[in-house]
């Protein structure tokens, strides 16, 4: 066989690997492919530290190479060949990790109370500029429009992460102007399988739901293959568990399963259930009874201190609040204000409180998960506030490794796609944020954002910024 032949076979062979894998990544339109900076079928990461997600200790001197959109390989520098078409990026002093994975997240703001609007245009540009490559809607409060762009992205038709879309809440009688209230099973299983015909992936039960209504809508939600999770108050954690929820939003801070004269199926109101977690001792056998109950019915827990900070005074001001319109950046800054000048506020003792009762949690062996809820009072900012809750965890004790893992792996294994994203490993998708510095040793450089792959596509956090920046509280 002559060299010519020999490489026409190579490339026929090598066309006939690459077709499967590239027909999952769909056509860019040209809209999308404004924020591309990397688009080619192999690129070599050269001499780039890796944070592989796992909770493993950062190793230096690496080579990831991509090839077409999945990581074909990693190792040290000096030991892995470089394919001779591949585009070689030396990335010496940057930090490659896997693209965060993140389950409370939303596409919309509290613009004013109870407004809620929706901002999907640009909350997906910001997450994806934050290395969220992939997410769960914590919730939808505006129907098909949380549907339709996570159709969107999937098509290629815009930039932005793989979304696991919520449907609309399950709730029961409420004040919100968006929520349907549901009084009973059949309401609830008729409302499971009407969002899961119209393409909804999971569930968000809220603070008044009943425990029969709640139980109903996990049953058909199980039928279908989906999971639900809960901001609760109405129903406790230990009786949300006895019927089967997957997940648990918030910490520890919605339950009220040690409000002393609570009542089933009544919210005793959220500042009741705080003050109750605000008075536990992890330690105390009541908390690690529910602990341990929880992580025996294989409830996940979500962190979400982010917007819990934004209540607490004398923390900083979060970050990219610069990104609001001027009215919504005003509206922002005097909350901000107020919280700084309260001479009392129980999320002095209940942040740190929260933050102990997650980390016996994951100690105990459950699967603590992490999303960044941008609604209370505003502040929250899709991007810069996930890169906040890798900072948030290690305040809580644990590593940089291991916060990264949370909000990586773990998200990945919760949304039980751990087999292709979550962590950096041959022949996972290439979802991967290059980072400058180390967050391992300073986690405030998991702030320095300069390219985000997806699906091994490079986009260029810049830009996706510079696109909504001043505008958000437009679109
Ligand atoms: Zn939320």
Redesign the pocket.
Known sequence: MDMHHARAVVTAALLALASPLAAQRPPLSAGARVYVRVDTSVVALLNVRVIDGTGAPARENQTVVVRDGNIAAVGPTASTPVPENAVRMDLAGKTVLPGLVMV?E?LFYPAGPGLYGNYTESFVRLYLAGGVTSMRT??NMNGYAELNIKKAIDRGDKAGPWIDATAPYLNGPNTFSQMQTLRTPDEARRHVNFWADQGATSYKAYMQISRDVLRAGIDEAHKRGLKVTG?LCSVTYREAADVGIDNLEHGFLASTDFVTDKKPDECPGQGRGQQSVNALDPESPQAKALIAHLVQKKVAITSTMTVFETFTPGRPMPPGTDVLIPQLKETFDRQYSQVSRMAQSIYTTLLPRGMALERAFAKAGGLLIAGT?P?GGGGVIPGYSNQRTVELLVEGGFTPAEAIRVVTLNGATYLGRADRVGSIAVGKQADLMIVAGNPAERVSDIRNVELVFKQGIGYDPAKLIASVKGQVGLW
């Open positions: 409370h939303h914590g919730g901001h809820d609604t």
